[in-house]
């Protein structure tokens, strides 16, 4: 009669104790696991599985070594019990589309109040009311929330920097041959505004913004008009113009600054540990 193969002394790879060490603990094998690794303490299974699903605790887990998917059963549950658990599964996976529901609407009717505050700047309050009065609710739903869509839109729109570009390159190539060599002047090489990158705060504050400034540029400047809706056009526009002349100026300006900028010697220190410059310096000094 051959004897019984001896069975490997159990560890437990959590705790790394011996079955020696404990001989009441519950062992498993929970994975396909062999050697070592195959046998673990139902205890601290149990609290590595905590700390693997934190809150959780219907998720899966898997075995780190091998993968294998634990297999977990649960004690049976009453019927208030399941009812309730139904409950929260299904308000955790409507929450998310609820808080994105209310984040739209949210939106949505602040963008419907700006276009009918936008409206009644623009034409003037009483005749914006009577305005808004008097149109289709449907079509106030739908134009409303355009006003402030098209305004960001249009503030997107750097024209701008086309004006800068155009300037620079008919300039660009009306410059003559620098030196013997025939190389033309330098230019940056990203082209104008290369630097200049679009910031999303400023172009939401600025388009939203623009309406209060155009119906302000009206009337300081268009008193003698007496509709308030043309006023604020005209004001729109001078804005519009003023602020883009002196952007192409203030871009102009920087491409110079840019062009003609200078990258100077290293001064090279000699043994006394007086640079080259500050030799000359001296020296010009000592003349006069």
Same mark, same amino acid.
């Given at each position: ?40 303490? @139902? ?99 739908? #134009? ?8 960001? !839109? ?22 003559? !041959? ?27 504050? #600025? ?26 056009? !005209? ?18 300006? @920087?491409?110079?600054? @840019? ?30």
């Amino acid at each position: 009669m051959a004897l019984a193969e001896e069975q490997p002394e159990k560890h437990c790879w959590v705790c790394f104790a011996t079955e020696r060490d404990d001989h009441s603990a519950e062992w498993v094998s929970p994975c396909r696991c062999k050697g070592c690794t195959k046998w673990i303490h @139902q205890s601290c299974l149990q609290r590595w599985l905590d700390e693997k699903q934190k809150a959780n605790s219907g998720g899966a887990v898997s075995c780190p070594q091998c993968g294998t998917e634990y297999h977990i059963i649960f004690p049976k549950m009453g019927p208030l019990v399941y009812f309730l658990q139904q409950v929260d599964r299904a308000l955790s996976r409507a929450s998310p589309f609820a808080a994105v529901g209310v984040v739209v609407g949210t939106v949505y009717w602040s963008a419907v109040t700006y276009g009918a505050v936008t409206v009644m700047q623009v034409v003037g309050h009483k005749k914006g009311l009577y305005v808004m009065e008097r149109a289709d609710p449907l079509f106030l739903l739908m #134009g409303l929330p355009t006003i402030p869509v098209l305004l960001v !839109l249009g503030k997107m729109i750097r024209w701008e920097d086309y004006i800068v570009r155009l300037w620079h390159k008919y300039s660009y190539k009306r410059q003559p !041959l620098s030196g013997s060599g025939g190389y033309l002047i330098r230019g940056p090489v990203n082209g104008a505004g290369a630097g200049d990158h679009l910031s999303v705060s400023r172009t939401l504050c #600025g388009a939203l913004v623009f309406p209060s400034i155009a119906s302000l540029v009206g009337r300081l400047l268009f008193r003698r008009v007496s509709s308030n809706l043309q006023r604020t056009i !005209l004001g729109g526009i001078a804005f519009v113009v003023i602020k883009g002349v002196l952007k192409v100026y203030f871009k102009q300006q @920087q491409y110079i600054i @840019q062009t003609n900028r200078q990258i100077l010697n290293y001064p090279e220190r000699r043994e006394d540990g007086q640079t080259e410059g500050e030799e000359d310096d001296a020296e010009h000094s000592g003349n006069e």
